[in-house]
């Protein structure tokens, strides 16, 4: 066990109006600088769409994150350490700057200093790398807005992997808009390809950084990542990327983008790891386990063994309690509605998505029908495919059942909170059908329309408090072994959604027995009967 | 005049090549960098860059061989002149071409491409001039002299005299014998090494060798600085200033 904080975030795909305020005050704060013209490190994307740069999802061509090699091991997609060195001298999957866009302003100048003519004078677009004419062809959010149009529908990466039947059934068109940072991911395939070892990640945050003195120009880094939330700096000739601003969170501030979305959907939070466990966990064959996997990786900041933990490892005091009040663990972990974008990807992004319930509930809408019944609404997210499967590619690699159980529990949060304010009566039946109760639901609804400043950004700040470090020597350890059971939030998950018999769910005395349907091929505790006579039902007895 | 080009020059060369470097590499990790053009254009450059890099790999080799290598241990393995000779010839020539081809297709590159022309500074410009020189004459020498004209046995004037400026006992005369075309491309290789730590050619002393043995991620403390720092928030007076960075972005604004 080596335990770890990181700063993760969660963004409310249903909040966001796509008014990329966040992309425009990130760009000020960090890329309106010579070479990093064509650089968003805050992009807002349609979906479905091409993404930016075009295409980015298609890993069979730009080699980007881990895959498992024919032995079962994690290795870059884009081939051995050996081979990267080999071909260093030219990347063969790097993207130019014509796959993100050519970068342009408009010659103002000649609108003022044109003389007099019989024609208006105009102000011709000029390219921002050579300065000179260029013609506007493709930029950062060229498609928004376009949704899964026709001369869109080809062109997503995503849609190219939806079953047949569902693209021909595409007539009903819906959209939605995907806001993206770079993941600072657990496993970042970023820092795994920089041949110079510039890339780290931050031991006390977990933030991904640039080195940008020990940056040589590899460029090995902008195919590494496959988000590629890496842009290369033409100008210097090094590497840079989203820094999650560092220089703000570390005085206890939010980042840019979320101090300025308009939305109000991004939520900012601590959460603490088992970093023994990444490797491991990023490892799993089966690309479905890979998003529970992540789960497991996370630790649940309730428990007091990963308590007396985290002091043991030097985690400052305001850290572990930001920890448990985090709104991005209660989003991941508590109620589950959070999930990671492209877990397929092996890297273990921490930038995590609520996925947008409105396409199905305007599609109900338009036909007519209440799209806020729970009935109406619980029928839709099972009957209406290309939503859910396209979310499904995005977010749980193809896996539609966590995607429907997230949006299950966001329609029932709709159906029970419009009964509240119409004063009709509840039904707990709804809250207690996702695996909530009311209270929760109340709650879950509070973190994500009306949560305060304070309630969506819990950042501890950098400042390292000596004293706590002493007291946290004299407690030592007091976990019972490595990766003690209960210790990880999966097993929170696991608990609260049926996923084990331990919940009282199983029949009278075989309280301790595993769910085989649900079992996670984790241990064998509760596999078999007790012993007659001794109670050991197994590791997870209450 | 001989002690002026084949003492001196050199040893000013080298001084430059590694106080240069030293210097550079001490107050300048940030412009440390091959400073890459592949994001302006790709295609060419995976032509090219790859065939001119392996191609001067294996002249640098070569040239290991014929210069630092005494002839006498080649003779201690039975490689006679003559086969040496054509050992050298052969192999000097193929990997020539192979690098002459790269840089070919770079310089084409270079100057047809708008950005990535735009992008070519001042002392990239006197480099490549350099570097094509150094090339053109070391061609001549392999396949021009030894070839058309007939064996010359550098390894009696040129090797022994690059070798004693290592050993401290040099012996400029020795240089002042071998053919023109020799040296030429001695001056000119001086020169460019001279030139080299103030160049992106710095990137040569980078090569990420380490890579092939560390831990994929790379974890780093932040450090203890931020202890003590510091924070005001908006409406306070800001905290004493820490000495800023120097940040240098590239070119500038055009
Ligand atoms: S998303 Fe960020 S941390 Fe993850 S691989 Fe890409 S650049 Fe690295
Ligand atoms: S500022 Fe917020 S609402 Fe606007 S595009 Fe960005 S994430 Fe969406």
Known sequence: ?542 | MTTWLWLIVPYVAFTSFVVGHIWRYRHDQFGWTTRSSQLYESRLLRLGSPLFHFGLLAVLGGHVLGIAVPASWTDAVGISESGYHLISVSMGTLSGLVCVAGLVILLYRRITVTAVRQATTRVDKLMYVLLVAAIGTGMLNTVGVNLLQGDYNYRATVSPWFRGLFTLSPEPGLMAKAPTSFQVHALVVLALLALWPYTRLVHVFSAPLGYLTRPYVVYRSRGDHLAARPYARAWEPPPPARPAPIVRMGRGPR
């Not at chain 1, 506007?136 to 149009?149: F, K, Y």
Request: proline share 7%; glycine share 8%.
């Open chain 1, 1 to 542: 066990m080596k335990l770890m904080a990181q700063l993760a975030m969660v963004m409310n795909l249903d909040k966001c109006i796509g008014c990329h305020t966040c992309s425009v005050t990130c760009k000020q704060a960090w890329t309106n600088r010579g070479g990093m013209e064509y650089a968003w490190f805050n992009n807002v994307e349609t979906r479905p769409g091409q993404g930016y740069p075009r295409q980015y999802q298609d890993q069979d061509r730009w080699k980007g994150g881990w895959t498992l090699n024919k032995r079962g091991r994690l290795t870059l997609r884009s081939g051995s350490r050996f081979k990267r060195l080999l071909n260093i001298f030219a990347n063969p999957d790097l993207p130019t700057v014509d796959d993100y866009y050519q970068p342009w302003t408009y010659d103002y100048e000649n609108l003022l200093s044109a003389p007099a003519m019989d024609t208006i004078p105009t102000a011709r677009p000029k390219s921002l790398i050579t300065g000179e004419d260029t013609a506007v062809t493709w930029g950062a959010n060229w498609d928004d807005d376009l949704g899964g149009g026709p001369a869109q529908i080809g062109r997503d990466p995503l849609l190219a992997r939806v079953s047949r039947q569902v693209k021909l059934e595409f007539q009903q068109t819906f959209m939605f808009y995907l806001p993206r940072i770079c993941e600072h991911c657990l496993n970042p395939s970023c820092a795994a390809s920089c041949p110079s070892g510039a890339i780290y990640k931050r031991s006390e945050d977990g933030i991904v950084l640039v080195d940008q003195d020990r940056c040589r120009g590899w460029r090995q880094c902008v195919t590494g990542c496959p988000y590629k939330k890496i842009y290369f700096n033409h100008r210097t000739g090094k590497a840079e990327k989203c820094t999650f601003c560092y220089p703000r969170v570390e005085v206890g501030i939010p980042t840019v983008c979320s101090e300025t979305c308009v939305g109000r959907l991004r939520y900012l939070g601590v959460l603490l790891y088992d970093a023994d466990a990444v490797l491991a966990a990023a490892s799993t064959p089966h690309e479905h386990d890979l998003y529970p996997a992540q789960l497991g990786v996370f630790l649940n900041p309730h428990d007091p063994r990963v308590v007396a933990e985290a002091e043991r490892a030097g985690v400052p005091g305001d850290w572990i309690e930001a920890a448990a009040v985090s709104p991005v663990y209660r989003l991941i972990v508590d109620y589950q509605v959070a999930l990671p974008l492209h877990p397929e990807y092996r890297t273990m992004p921490m930038v995590w998505y609520v996925p947008p319930l409105s396409p199905m509930v305007d599609a109900l809408t338009q036909t007519g029908h209440d799209g806020e019944a729970a009935g109406n609404l619980f029928g839709a997210i099972e009957s209406m495919r290309i939503p859910v499967e396209y979310l499904a590619e995005l977010f749980t690699a193809g896996d539609v059942a966590p995607v429907r159980a997230a949006l299950r529990r966001l329609a029932a949060m709709r159906t029970h909170m419009r009964a509240v304010n119409l004063g009709e009566p509840t039904q707990p039946a709804v809250a207690a059908s996702v695996g909530l109760s009311t209270r929760e639901i109340e709650a879950m609804y509070r973190l994500l329309a009306i949560a305060k400043y304070e309630e969506r950004y819990v950042i501890p700040s950098a400042a390292v408090s000596q004293a706590h470090r002493l007291d946290a020597l004299a407690t030592g350890c007091s976990l019972n072994g490595d990766g003690g059971p209960g210790m990880t939030a999966f097993d929170a998950v696991a608990e609260k959604f049926h996923l084990t018999d331990t919940n009282g769910a199983g029949p009278n005395g075989k309280n301790g027995r595993i769910n085989l349907l649900n079992w996670d091929g984790r241990n064998i505790d509760g596999l078999f009967p007790a012993r007659a006579g001794t109670n050991e039902g197994g590791g997870r007895a209450e």
